[in-house]
């Protein structure tokens, strides 16, 4: 610290002192109670210069001292500690206020070395500053916070206050005075405060103090920024000026009267921003106490919660609707029944369960966005003939139920079946393309059929595999017995799943023979199926349950597989050539690419077209008759021969057929098995034989059992049979040595073979 010339005598500064400190405290605008302090520190320090230069004689500050001995306490009790620095001799005394009484505690310090002692070395150069600044003209008080070590070794920050007391002749200080006081508890305060303002300056959430008239006082820039006011424009206004018209003004009455009765409320609230635009809030409202404990103000905490609840309320949608069709969905459908069945008693109700027929094979053939815009188009019919949407619900793909709370009667819930039919009777548009789909439909009753969702749910899917398996396009009511049957499905289908990887299904192959030239002219591939658990399974169980589950595809693939590896191996055996049969069903046909492994299969066993026919039936034809027709084009275009099986018992015709690239017709067993009895099924049987040579196909008659049917299927120039007459089907080798020993009996050869 700088030194500066000799002081002027003590007394003239002492007597100087008064005026000056004066004049400072008006021109740093102290307050009264801070005046009074530093007038007695004047005292204070004389006293002290007084001991301490008792060598000088000088005895006026003791006598003022005890002139006025109020002052003194007033002194004591302000809290502040005094200190005066004697500039030249750089002699700093100090005492502290709670020793004032017998003035004690107090010391003096000569010398540079009283900064290092009492001054934190990381504060030194600050406080020097201060000094140099106020000693120079450039402050007009000395005021600075520093670390002060104690006299236990401690630091503690104070704030230290000082002026320039006298002067020499020069103008030059030789002596300055001032208080200090510790500020820890200040500061820890200050510094709290600090943080909390930062925090609240950065908080997402908006934040606004009002007053008990509920007026804002201020605001955080995050409510600012969610109500579209400045500070300048908020402070001063009405808390109703956010007010929303969604809420009617009782309820802002209610609000108030809470905070006035309770001192916090919390709760959503609608309020309105600057541009008139209005948003959903989180508010949570406290009073706010004084230090003397009495109510002061109310701070308010705001969140935005609209883009939250819109959320939250798409979530719910999604948890309950179905996002294709918007109907319910199955955790609807649940909840729906738990309420019907608990708040219902014994009030009977039924459940419709109903599955769209055939819509994989429209998903498979036309793709997944015609099949969505045919559950679409489902729903709507559905829900229109239902009436009360919420009654309806989409439980997954083609699935959907009905709850039928209206006339529960049998009569009643069969009539609205029906008309469910009716509804679906007209095709439906979709992508260009008239799509004609059919509903299964099956029926459980509450309480008959079951007391709670579970049982409802099973036994009326019950019902409706039971109506798909009597025809489909029609509905059933649960009984007992459907049960079982559902069970068995389940079993048989788990079974079915494993099938292949334990090499329980297997080809066996049933000869054709021509009746032109007596000869076996190509062979059937049936699967077959011996499962570990089930023992063997009929094809009639087993395929269409592949068909609906999709399992078709892998079985159908490992047929075809088969069936050419098989064929490689008899003509490396030395067969001649036999056109090898492969069924095919609507779904692999419609998949889309079925033409490419055709002849990928084909290329990889080194086969000609030729070796290979492929079976459709009428109802495969017919699913999608647009992409079946142009598969059998390219199956054609390959080289390979197509049949159709089952001819005359869909709903195809024969002018149909002109228009596809089909080579045979097969007459189905069931027109056959009536030639030896009934008239008509001759005359059907001739009719289809004399129509399709008219169009050029060749016919297969199947299931031919005996010589009879045999001898008027040749008398109509029938060119090929298969049957038990024949042959039954056989395993591979079997029917290599069957085809290897056939010979036609002489009397049954075609005039001219």
Not at 450 to 476: F, I, W
Not at 520 to 537: Q, Y
């Amino acid at each position: 610290m700088r030194r500066f010339s000799p002081p002027t005598r003590l007394l003239g500064a002492i007597l100087i002192a008064g005026p000056q400190l004066a004049y400072g405290a008006s021109e740093l605008r102290f307050a009264p109670a801070t005046l009074l302090p530093l007038l007695l520190a004047v005292l204070l320090i004389g006293w002290m210069l007084g001991r301490s230069s008792a060598r000088r004689g000088n005895a006026i500050l003791p006598a003022a001292m005890k002139s006025d001995q109020r002052l003194m306490w007033a002194l004591w009790g302000s809290g502040d500690s005094f200190w005066i620095w004697e500039v030249d001799e750089d002699l700093l005394s100090w005492a502290s206020a709670d020793s004032m009484l017998g003035f004690r505690n107090q010391e003096s310090i000569k010398g540079a070395d009283w900064r290092h002692r009492v001054i934190h070395r990381d504060d030194r150069d600050r406080v020097n500053a201060a000094m140099d600044s106020h000693l120079s003209g450039g402050a007009e008080q000395y005021e600075v916070e520093y670390r002060l070590r104690d006299a236990a070794g401690q630091w503690n920050w104070v704030r230290a206050r000082g002026r320039v007391v006298a002067r020499d002749g020069a103008g030059k200080a030789t002596l300055v005075a001032g208080t200090f006081r510790v500020i820890e508890r200040e500061r820890a305060q200050d510094a709290q405060r600090r943080i909390s303002a930062e925090v609240i300056r950065h908080m997402l959430e908006g934040v606004s103090i009002v007053d008990l008239d509920f007026h804002f006082v201020s605001a955080n820039p995050a409510f600012l920024r969610l109500t579209g006011y400045t500070a300048e424009e908020l402070t001063g206004q009405s808390a109703d000026l956010l007010n929303s018209a969604r809420h009617p003004a009782a309820f802002f009455d209610e609000v108030r009267q809470e905070l006035i009765t309770r001192g916090h409320w919390s709760g959503e609230m609608w309020q309105r921003r600057r541009s008139g635009d209005e948003f959903l809030a989180w508010l949570q409202i406290a009073e706010v106490l004084s230090p003397e404990g009495s109510r002061s103000n109310f701070v308010a905490v705001l969140a935005d919660v609209t883009d939250r609840k819109r959320a939250e309320q798409r979530l719910r949608y999604l948890a309950h609707f179905d996002q294709l069709t918007s109907l319910p969905n199955r955790a609807f459908l649940r909840q729906r029944l738990r309420q019907r069945i608990d708040s219902g008693g014994s009030r009977r109700f039924a459940l419709m369960f109903m599955d769209l027929d055939r819509f994989k094979h429209v998903n498979d053939s036309l793709g997944h966005a015609a099949g969505d815009e045919l559950l679409r188009q489902a729903a709507r019919r559905l829900a229109h003939v239902v009436g009360n949407q919420e009654n309806v619900a989409r439980l997954g793909g083609d699935e959907f139920t009905v709850i039928a709370t209206g006339d529960t009667s049998n009569e009643g819930v069969e009539r609205l079946a029906g008309e469910i039919l009716d509804a679906f009777a007209g095709p439906l548009l979709v992508g260009g393309q008239e799509l004609a789909i059919s509903p299964s439909i099956g029926i459980a009753y509450y309480p008959d059929h079951g007391r709670n969702m579970d049982e409802l749910l099973r036994h009326a899917d019950a019902a409706m595999y039971d109506a798909k398996a009597r025809g489909r396009n029609t509905y059933r009511v649960y009984s007992a017995r459907m049960a079982e049957d559902a069970t068995e499905r389940t079993r048989l289908e788990a079974a079915l799943r494993k099938a292949l990887d334990r090499d329980e299904i297997r080809l066996v192959y049933q000869p054709k023979l021509s009746l032109r030239s007596g000869r076996i002219t190509g062979v059937e591939a049936l699967l077959r199926w011996n499962s570990v658990d089930l023992g063997h399974v009929p094809p009639s169980r087993f395929i269409p349950l592949a068909e609906e589950t999709g399992l078709i595809l892998p079985l159908g693939e490992w047929a075809l597989r088969q069936a050419l590896s098989q064929a490689r191996a008899w003509a490396d055996a030395g067969m001649p050539q036999l056109r090898i049969a492969v069924n095919v069903s609507a779904v692999q046909l419609t998949r889309g690419g079925y033409s490419e492994l055709v002849k990928m299969v084909l290329d990889g066993h080194g086969l000609a077209p030729g070796w290979l026919e492929i079976e459709l039936t009428e109802s495969a034809l017919m699913a999608d008759p647009k992409r079946t027709g142009a598969t059998v084009a390219e199956l054609r275009e390959i080289g390979v021969r197509v049949a159709i099986d089952d001819f005359g018992t869909g709903y195809s015709s024969l002018s149909y057929l002109r228009g596809l690239a089909i080579d045979t017709v097969k007459i189905d067993k069931s027109f056959v098995d009536g030639i030896e009895h009934n008239v008509d099924d001759e005359v059907l049987t001739s009719t289809i034989v004399l129509m399709a040579h008219s169009l050029g196909l060749s016919v297969v008659a199947e299931g031919v059992e005996t010589e009879r049917q045999l001898t008027f299927l040749r008398g109509e120039n029938c060119d090929e049979i298969q049957g038990y007459w024949l042959a039954r089907p056989l395993e591979a080798e079997a029917c290599r040595q069957f085809v290897s020993a056939y010979k036609m009996p002489k009397g049954l050869v075609l005039p001219g073979a």
